[in-house]
C-alpha cells in the first residue's frame, strides 16, 4: 500500500490505531502482529491469527519510525502487535532532548 500522510490505519489483531506522520515514496506492506493494517473507513479487517513472536505492543502516543526515518507512525491506541514495514520492526522514536535553562 503507499502510505500517505494523516491517513489513519487500524489493527486487524487488536485495537491498536495509528497516523502516518511521515511516508515514503514506495510502496510498503505496514503490518501489526504479522497482519495487514487497514483503512477503518473504507476496508474490511484482513482475517487471520497473528504471529505470536510479533506480539511486542504499541504503546499510546508514541512515535515508530523505520530505521531509514523515511515513515514514522503515531499510536493514538494502544495494541498487543509489533509495527512492522515489509517484515521489518519499526523502533520507538528517541525522544528529543530539551534545552537546558539556566
Known amino acids: 500500500m503507499k502510505l500517505t500522510v494523516g491517513t489513519t490505519l487500524a489493527s486487524a489483531v487488536d485495537g491498536a490505531t495509528v497516523i502516518v506522520v511521515r511516508a515514503g515514496d514506495d510502496d510498503v ?3 501489526s502482529g504479522g ?3 487497514y483503512d ?3 476496508d474490511e479487517a484482513p482475517q487471520g491469527e497473528p504471529d505470536g513472536s510479533q506480539l511486542g505492543g504499541v504503546q499510546i502516543g508514541k512515535r515508530y519510525v ?3 526515518d523515511d515513515v514514522e507512525l503515531l499510536a493514538t491506541k ?3 502487535g509489533t509495527l ?3 517484515g521489518v520492526a519499526l523502533r520507538l522514536r528517541d525522544a528529543k532532548p530539551l534545552p537546558a535553562s539556566d
Do not use: R
Request: hydrophobic fraction near 40%.
Open 29 to 31: 506492506e505496514l503490518t
Open 35 to 37: 497482519l495487514a493494517m
Open 40 to 42: 477503518p473507513k473504507s
Open 66 to 68: 523505520t530505521e531509514a
Open 78 to 80: 494502544p495494541g498487543k
Open 84 to 86: 512492522a514495514i515489509d
